[in-house]
């Protein structure tokens, strides 16, 4: 449908945008509030006053109302990406552009609380082609996520990557197929899919198999799945009509892109309780890291709470028409409200702690979310609304550097990047220790795929969760809860899955204590390596052992976040704490009731806790002036862990500590071997 203009707006260019002061709209405030409120208004007057929306509690009727181009051309050489509306009567040659962020629009002006100024902005939108990529930012969301606009961006997507990243995204289509594939069999529809054996297919060595992997939420409602009594038949033919909708729409999807085989866990993994089955999802399990290392694609029904939710949706409409705008350029050119805000950590898949491994591992993510199509490889990232690719930096970068290494040079590689794998490894954990699970046993087994690589890739000693290399550093994990609605709640699972000095024994996410190196005298031994899922699913029981400075306090505060105020406390025992104190605690609902001092008059307490000490920092700016003042020489603060005592040597862990000064510590703070449960 033509959108209406008004004589002013029809003369209305992008050229005429360009000037450093930008162009001077023919109206006042006043005049396009009163256009845009007529039975049949302007378009483009009423876009331009929906703009000024959150501004308009200053608003004057008598304001000019000018518009800029941002970035400005004439300062930057950076993509166009919207339009500025501001509404003043102050003198904008006095006004200045400022750079923000890279990548980011520019600011005029003075800061954006100034009640004589009103502003809103319109971003700029291009046609789907790339003849002007190197001009604007973004194009138009299609209507819907099955448009064949969407199928050529996926198309475009995976053919640049196959072709420019052959060194970070390449595949190994041979090596370790999965058990099973669905075979789609032709390209056309009418086909019935069919599930396969990829040891009775007998695939030649030369052969690359490219298939699609799925990542997707299950829900709650049951669905088709393969199971020992069906298997046999699924193997001539998966009856269509019984699939659920994102399983269909991917199977759709995958033919779409040109691709034969598809794997989907809940066809190509027997499903069900009995020991066949179980069996099989063992074994399956155990193979994460090839299943969807070697898939060709894996696609990501990133929005979707089940899997009869399906892949594909239709869009929401804008909340207000875009209008054309003239240009010198030919491709179409308008102006509308902001793209989707891309908020990858709501999705509900992105909530889920099995898919993390899923995506991680993949190569390619083609992944289908509430703001549009998005992609990410091992190189880059790219979403529908943007016309050109983002650098992706990715999570396992150190990984993939040593798995695509020339095995001469792997050792040297593996030892230069031995200190950035442990620094990825504790961003994996803080992600994905905010993830939900079914199952809270699945803790450790989700993560699986992911710690198979990096011990295969870097040789290191995997300790429930954690690394022998840089055991210390990453014991020094504070839990900080899960969120329940508007309260957060701190809990240490009472079904056993890890052991208490193991971030995967509390459900919530935890964040590691930056910037503490292991004390000299620290000594660790431990038997905890895991070789398959189901040892990590039966892990033993069996302790850490360390030799380190022990110390028992006499009480500290009973709470999940614990500081001190030296002299200044209302609690005796606590004067002689040092304010650089913190402590955090586990989950206080779980300890001992003899061990808690609950009393109205005083602070809530926990009773004789013992301090490990194992990690020190020099920094001095962890001080206060005064603590600095009367600081003894060659004084370092400590961190370690928060212990409650089970037998002579037994302890287990309920939190952790830092900022302890080491001038403080006593000639009886002796150092000895315990071993932590």
Known sequence: MERKLCGQCELLSLDLLEPEYGHLL?????????????DD??????????????????IDDRMPVRLFLNPPPQKSGEKLQRVDVIATNKDISEFLWLPQHPGEPWHLGPPDYNKDICRGHLTLYVSHDNLLSSKFKYRPLSSSSESDQCIQIARHWLDQCEQDHSATCQNDYVCNLPTRLVDLGSLEESV????????????????????????????????????????DSLMSSIPWDGLPKTVRDAITLTRKLRIRYLWVDCLCIIQGDDPAALLDWQNESSKMHDIYGAAFLTIAAADAFSADQGLFSERPSD???????????????????DPPQHLANVEPLNTRGWAFQEQILSSRILIYGKAGLSWKCRSSMQLEAEIEARPHEDCLGSIWMVEGADPSEQLNIRDKQSKLIHKEWKRIVEEYSRREFTYVKDKLPALFGVSELVE???????????????????????????????????????????PSWSWASVDGRVQFIQGYQTLPSVKVGCRLNAHTSQQVQKMMKRPLHMFAVIRQMPSIRCDHFGRYYGGAERETRWIAYRNTLRTYLDDIKVLPSGSVLDRPDRPKQLLDPFFLFLGWKAEFMMYSSSELANKPPGTYGAAGLILLKIDCFTFRRIGVFEGFLSGDLRVQDMRRWIRIV
Not at 216 to 226: D, H, Q, S, V
Not at 471 to 488: A, E, F, I, N, T
Request: proline share 8%.
């Open 192 to 231: 019935p899919p069919k599930l396969i054996s990829t040891a009775a297919k007998n695939f030649s060595k030369s052969t690359k198999v490219k298939y699609t992997a799925l990542s997707y939420c299950w829900g709650k409602k049951p669905f088709f799945k393969t199971t020992p009594t069906n298997m």
């Open 319 to 337: 909340p207000i028409p875009s209008c054309p705008l003239k240009s010198k350029y030919p491709r179409a050119i308008h102006l509308g409200a």
């Open 41 to 58: 208004p302007c378009s483009m007057c009423s876009l331009i006053w929906w703009s000024l929306r959150h501004d308009r509690f200053c």
């Open 456 to 498: 295969r890739s870097c040789k290191h000693k995997y300790l429930a969760g954690l690394w022998d290399s840089d055991l210390v550093p990453q014991l020094l994990w504070r839990h900080c809860g899960k969120l329940m609605g508007s309260s957060v709640d701190y809990t240490r699972g009472t079904q056993y899955r890890a």
């Open 26 to 38: 023919g109206k006042n405030v006043a005049h396009l509030r009163d256009e845009a409120n007529r």
